[in-house]
């Protein structure tokens, strides 16, 4: 009863000095604003995103939304709510860059492809939001969807009508005919109808572009080579030129939008870091002088190196044509020992694990995959966390426990530094200072 009258008191006194305030500095009728509301969370260590020594006996500071202030025993202003997290260790809200929120593979291939439409998607979607979030992944940049369903949950969650990590989306990925994005493989009589990712040429290219920042894309995604997923007869085939690929990243940034390059092949590698691609998505078959070319341009790479594992154990159940189950065999193995290649080498790597491949809820199963494959826990950590926001162009608001950004911190009971596999397990989610799971 005590901390709500003081909590009462505090908000008096706001209410009465904003009202003057608003009154003196434009003699106009503003709404008062309503008191901050504080929160303190307290734990046995920090570990900030950046890459640093972990801080003992944190205290977070909250305001409304956002982090007031961060240090080891800090005191606690009057009135705070204290979120006393013991020995558990705090993070920055986890970071994935490269998600499908929008599906999951159901039981069967064929049922996924013709019984059902983009509308059994979107009433699900919003269940597989949730499960990303509460698995502690606050942010995700959500790398194409069918029908603007990512653009509706984007805004549903922005508006709180909806349980969500903040999105980036990308609308429909940008494919060639018979490409990746294409429905290849099946009758030439068949077709689905809906919104179209297909574009050829470069004026088509550039018209579909403006298409998907008119109807809300946040960045742009292209299928610059073959991949598993689909029914191309290769895994990594070029499927735009050079000229293609520069013209869609220059009408991208024309529009102020970063591009995404789906990207498993040589060849197709370079040609959209050359043309200048802010992240390679998969990088499969990057080589070494791939590697260096993305160093030089600093391009991010975002390697899915944990998905492999469920492809193979589950898809042929699913029914998938042989023929995919195949391609992942040769993806899976190259993908992971490239990955090792490229932390050796020093690339800018982000955390993205194409959840949506497989179940969404189970996207920290890659940090463990990470470290097997040549990241220190920290470094993991750091692409998942001011590394991704980076990649995202949002350092100045997410991305590390640091005064003036979003409120987007977890725990896990753990230390994430000794058994990485913790982040498999996050018990406590805060997003914009609001907490969903504790
Ligand atoms: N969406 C990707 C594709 O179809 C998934 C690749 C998964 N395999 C892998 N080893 N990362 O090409």
Redesign the pocket.
Known sequence: MKRVDQVGQVGLVGVVLSAALAVTMAGQTLQPTAPKKITVIKAARLIDGQGGAPLANPVVVIEDDRIASVGAGLPVPAGAEVIDLGGATLLPGLIDCHTHLTGQPGENYYDDMFRKSPIDSAVVAHLYATRTLLAGFTTVRDVGASELIDVAMRNAINRGEIVGPRMQVATLAVGATGG?GDMSGFSPYLSIKGLDGIADGIDEIRKLVRTEVKYGADVIKVAATA????EEDSVGAPQFSQEELNALVDEAHMWEKRVAAHA?GTEGIKRVIKAGVTSVE?A?FIDDEGIRLAREKGTWLVM??Y??DY?VAEFAKKGYPQKIIEK?RL??RA?RENFRKAVQAGAKMAFGS?AG?YPHGWNGKQFAKMVEWGMTPNQAIKAATIDAAELLGWRDRIGSVEAGKFADVIAVTGDPIKDVTELERVKFVMKGGVVYKR
């Open positions: 990746h991949g598993v997923l689909s498993h998969h499969s899915d190196i998905n492999d492809i992942e993806v899976g993908q194409d491949v």
